[in-house]
């Protein structure tokens, strides 16, 4: 949903749609479609302020087991878009300066649009978490023969000695 800046009125607009598919292979999957609501207000010439909630159920693997569980996404965020004025011959590099807390809370633009479908692809990707686990304590999957610890014990009693650092625990025990 491409929304132009001179489309906003002063006092802002809404947006409110629903997220039914992901264009992604993997990371996850949704369990319901995913509300999606924006406000959009202008704060000056070529800025925009976005607020916007993100709310759904998916469903991701988990990184131990690789069983699918369902994580409920309830996400806000506040960004701020911004159209960049052509370079005048200065190169980037010189241009740029420190970066502040509110360089991470927003956007730049070559036109003043923003697309809020990408915007919300890329807040739902901030809110995933960076570990995926279907609990805590989970056990993961056996190394050797791919049983599911979670469901059985492990009677493997492979002991893993091919280790890069296995000769310095060979030299440790030399010196003691």
Wanted: with cysteine.
């Amino acid at each position: 949903m491409l929304v132009c800046f001179d489309e906003i009125p002063p006092l802002g607009r809404d947006f409110a749609w629903q997220i039914t598919t992901l264009d992604v292979t993997g990371e996850c999957t949704l369990d319901t479609p995913l509300a999606a609501w924006c406000h959009v207000q202008p704060v000056g010439q070529g800025k925009v302020e976005i607020q916007g909630l993100l709310q759904g159920t998916l469903s991701l693997a988990c990184d131990r087991c690789l069983i699918s569980y369902p994580l409920a996404l309830d996400s806000a965020f506040r960004l701020t878009a911004v159209v960049q004025p052509p370079a005048s011959g200065v190169k980037q590099a010189e241009q740029q300066e420190d970066i502040g807390q509110e360089d991470f809370d927003s956007v730049e633009l070559d036109i003043p649009c923003v697309d809020l479908d990408e915007v919300m692809r890329q807040q739902l990707f901030l809110a995933l978490p960076g570990k995926r686990l279907c609990r805590s304590d989970c056990g993961g999957l056996c190394p050797h023969y791919g049983a599911d610890r979670n469901k059985e014990q492990c009677g493997c009693a492979h002991k893993m000695v091919d280790s890069p650092f296995s000769v310095l625990a060979k030299l440790a025990k030399g010196k003691k």
